[in-house]
């Protein structure tokens, strides 16, 4: 098995990744399981251990370049720097894009919740070309779930093996997020197949020559149809017609006419597809050639299979940025001398690391909250994912499913939104350094704010938790949350929450008093964490102990943040010096 040390990587804290798997959600007793009986925690281990080195050797390598050399058209080609192709290359050659898929299509069948820890590597490296993969292998999701038997093997296949890669063609130009408002029409050539004419705006991955061939997911309307988003239907439109024996023929009528420029993922290539334009003619006539996924008019239902899951890859990617700015972030604090301790400002004494001052450890303490809390909200999401599979009462996964459709949305808004915050902090503990195109922390920052964005707004994000979600199957999902909660998290003792704990957590969180005092309850997760993870932490290395501290002190410090948020609200002021904001948190009650 292999031996997990801190300090020396700059993307992933790999002892929290190994406490969140096998401490806290027991990713190891999953191989109890028939589907992964065949698997073991050493191989477990073996795959993140792969994916942090093709991380570190072909990822990181060209993430700057990336972001300064962003893509861009040549005559009708996009263009983009070295080690792209190579990259995404050694991630299919591992097999890493079909490690949780069955045998059957060419995967490993391993857990879900360890192929998205392991993914998580190649976020944190670079993102840009991370997105590539993730684009392909929700695609393939997609048809994998819902295709018929030959689109599987003509067009999810080859995808599974990085031959082809895939898109998601949803939004237009005068729809955005509003569905039911696009325009590309799909007309029936009586042969099975369908034209498509229209154009997608935001396209991420939609031109390139990384693979042979790009394997388009479009949302379009039927002539005749119903109307609104209840008319729209999906169908796969290929940029290389692909034949019955796999191999390509006629280049399909779709071409890109525009790249969009960003501010961060500058390497992940975004563009503006026109579809039937007549600039190809497959077959003698112009429009795009598509083949229809499913019945017509459930399109969205079918794309919603793709969505879920790029929504959690979204929350996933944003922690996986947070976590990068914030280790390194730790080590420049920890590497940067810089003033002296208030205790002893003798000007003839040696300066101190920044580290340690306390408001640096309290911008780094909220990154590191916000970074573990949201792998532990998204590793979690992953191990229903699993649990849906393989649980094995129907109710039991019944309620599993429930809960993930009721976490999904929580799933991408609260590490985009934190993570982000997590990002800015990395900077500000930088200082002037940080908004400095030489350290990489502004680029994250830049990266990273593109996510509150992806796949919906924290407002559509709301709208669909309880729009939705929350009232979905007569409110099912919200009952079977309790249950969970009930049977897995059985709460903590009071007398866990002792005077040492409350003054200990709150004195490093509370430097500054406000709205990073949330900083702390993002590790009340392991509060809630089970008998056995309280009594393995309570008789556990220093670095444990602390984690079950902190988390025991949150009920106090949140308790502290609603009490500043009601003053706000009544206009009060909450300029708190810290000593105050110390005792106030020590004197309330959860």
């Known amino acids: ?35 992964y009986a065949g698997h073991s925690r050493e191989m477990f281990d073996d795959v993140l251990e792969l994916a942090e080195r093709i991380a570190k050797d072909r990822f990181a390598p060209h993430n700057r370049a990336a972001d300064e050399q962003e893509p861009h058209l040549r005559d009708g080609r996009v263009e983009m720097v070295d080690g792209v192709a190579d ?22 069948a391993l857990p879900y919740v360890v192929s998205m820890a392991s993914f998580a590597f190649l976020q944190a490296a670079n993102s840009a070309t991370a997105g590539y993969a993730m684009l392909t292998i929700a695609a393939a999701n997609l048809l994998i779930a819902n295709g018929l038997p030959e689109q ?11 031959r082809f890669f895939g898109t998601m063609c949803l939004s237009e130009t005068q729809a955005g997020s509003s569905l039911g408002d696009i325009a590309t029409r799909a007309i029936g050539q009586g042969d099975g197949t369908y034209r ?93 050639v598509g083949y229809l996924v499913g ?71 909220a990154q590191k909250s916000y970074v573990e809390g949201a792998f532990g909200l998204l590793l979690y999401c992953a191990k229903l994912v ?7 009462g129907e109710a039991e996964r019944a309620d599993a499913h429930l809960l993930l459709e009721l976490l999904t949305p929580i799933a991408k808004s609260w590490p985009s939104q934190w993570c982000l915050e997590a990002n800015s902090l990395a900077i500000q503990v930088h200082g002037g350094y940080g908004y400095a195109r030489e350290y990489e922390v502004e680029q994250h920052y830049r990266d990273n704010r593109l996510n509150p964005i992806h796949e919906g707004t924290h407002g559509i994000q709301a709208l669909d938790l309880l729009g939705r979600k929350v009232t979905m199957h007569e409110a099912r999902a ?26 200990g957590a709150c004195r490093v969180a509370g430097a500054t ?33 602390r984690r079950l501290d902190l988390a025991r002190a949150a009920p106090y410090c949140r308790a502290t943040r609603r009490g500043l948020l009601r003053r706000q609200a009544r206009g009060g002021t909450v300029l708190l010096s810290p000593r105050a904001a110390q005792d106030r948190t020590a004197a309330r009650p959860a």
């Open 1 to 35: 098995m292999t031996t997990v040390t801190a300090g020396s990587s700059t993307l992933i804290d790999r002892r929290n990744l190994a406490f969140l798997l096998y401490e806290w959600l027991e990713a190891d007793r999953l191989t109890e399981r028939s589907r």
């Open 87 to 108: 990259a995404l290359a050694a991630f299919f050659e591992a097999g890493l894009a079909a490690a949780s898929m069955d045998d059957a299509v060419g995967g490993m």
């Open 152 to 162: 599987i093997d003509r067009f999810a296949l080859p995808m599974m093996n990085g």
């Open 196 to 288: 498509l004419f229209g154009s997608k705006m935001w396209i991420s991955g939609g031109e390139h020559e990384l693979a042979e061939n790009i394997i388009h997911l479009v949302l379009a309307k039927i002539p005749g149809g119903p109307v609104g988003a209840k008319g729209i239907s999906l169908f796969v439109v290929p940029r290389v017609l692909v034949e019955d024996d796999g191999s390509l023929g006629e280049r399909n009528d779709v071409v890109v006419v525009g790249l969009n420029h960003k501010m961060g993922s500058r390497g992940t290539v975004n563009t503006v597809l026109a579809f039937g334009d007549g600039e190809f003619t497959p077959g003698g006539q112009a429009g795009a």
């Open 295 to 365: 019945q017509p008019h459930c399109g969205l239902s079918y794309m919603f299979h793709m969505m879920n899951e790029a929504r959690v890859e979204v929350g996933l990617g944003a922690a996986s940025l947070g976590s990068a700015g914030y280790l390194k972030a730790l080590r420049y604090a920890r590497e940067r001398p810089q003033g002296r301790r208030r205790a002893d400002m003798d000007p003839s004494d040696r300066q101190v690391p920044i580290i340690e001052h306390p408001d640096v450890r309290r911008m780094l303490l």
């Open 386 to 392: 699993d649990d849906q599979l393989t649980l094995d």
């Open 478 to 503: 919200a009952s079977a949350r309790r249950r969970h909660r009930r049977d897995r998290w059985p709460r903590a003792s009071p007398r866990g929450r002792t005077r040492r704990a409350r003054t």
């Open 513 to 545: 008093p406000g709205r990073h005092r949330q900083a702390v309850p993002a590790s009340d997760r392991v509060r809630r964490g089970g008998t056995r993870q309280r009594e393995h932490l309570s008789g556990g290395c220093r670095t444990h102990r």
